[in-house]
């Protein structure tokens, strides 16, 4: 049990544009739904905290009007990278919390990789 | 500071060898610390969870341990295989805050 998806797994976009990932908890329902970015050779970076129905809490340093985040149901967070540039071609994950469970225990999805061109 | 140090940073290691990674940190208050292995382009998945009280955990070829007083874990993987590439990371709970504090990883390659 306790697992998350992502969607999609790898994208490729002009720079420019916006591109949405998709993060569902498949088996159980999320209360608090986190995304990070990974850099190549680094570990996760937490951008920020999603609870559903209400907005996301974004780290220092991360844009909330660049990086969009709605967690609309217990099971869908998305991330929406609103125009895009090569910087921001990274690995993004996500991670889900269940309910009755502390929100350090975090079940991650599989990663998307975004690559800007 | 709440940080969580790794070493060595790479290491490459024969199929069939065991090997040891390290993980300091300076996380107060402590609340768990889990290691996690993330294969290359995948998401992290949990290894071991330890709380203050726990010294060792295993999981099949893994075997965790935590010393608390001097707040430092090792991961020993025994007699490890070439699935064992991947990169290793030490993450470590307070319980004054709700975000993760992710140690910058062991990445391991096992060559036969």
């Known amino acids: 049990g306790a697992v998350v998806s992502q969607h999609p797994s790898w994208v490729i976009c002009k720079s420019g544009t916006s591109v949405k990932i998709e993060c569902r908890s498949l088996?159980?329902?999320?209360?608090?739904m986190f995304w990070y970015r990974q850099f190549p050779k680094q570990s996760l970076m937490l951008m920020a905290t999603s609870n559903e129905g209400s907005k996301a809490t974004y780290e220092q340093g991360v844009e909330k009007d660049k990086f969009l985040i709605n967690h609309a149901s217990l099971t869908l967070s998305t991330l929406t990278v609103t125009s895009a540039h090569p910087e921001d071609s990274s690995f993004y994950i996500c991670?889900?919390?269940?309910?009755?469970?502390?929100?350090?225990?975090?079940?991650f999805g599989p990663g998307t990789r975004l690559t800007v061109l | 500071k709440n940080q969580v140090e790794q070493s060595p940073q790479s290491l490459i290691i024969l199929e069939g060898k065991n090997c040891t990674l390290q993980?300091?940190?300076?996380?107060?208050?402590?609340?768990?610390l889990r290691w996690y292995k993330q294969d290359t382009g995948r998401g992290p998945v949990s290894l071991t969870i330890m709380t203050f009280s726990e010294n060792t955990k295993s999981n099949g070829r893994y075997t965790a341990t935590l010393d608390a007083d001097t707040k430092q874990s090792s991961l020993h993987i025994t007699a490890s295989q070439l699935s064992d590439s991947a990169s290793y990371i030490c993450v470590v709970s307070s319980y004054n805050t709700d975000k993760l504090i992710f140690g910058t990883g062991t990445r391991l390659q096992v060559f036969p």
């Open positions: 991670s889900a919390t269940r309910l009755a469970e502390s929100t350090d225990t975090q079940y």
């Open positions: 088996d159980f329902q999320a209360t608090t």
């Open positions: 993980c300091n940190y300076t996380v107060s208050p402590f609340s768990n």
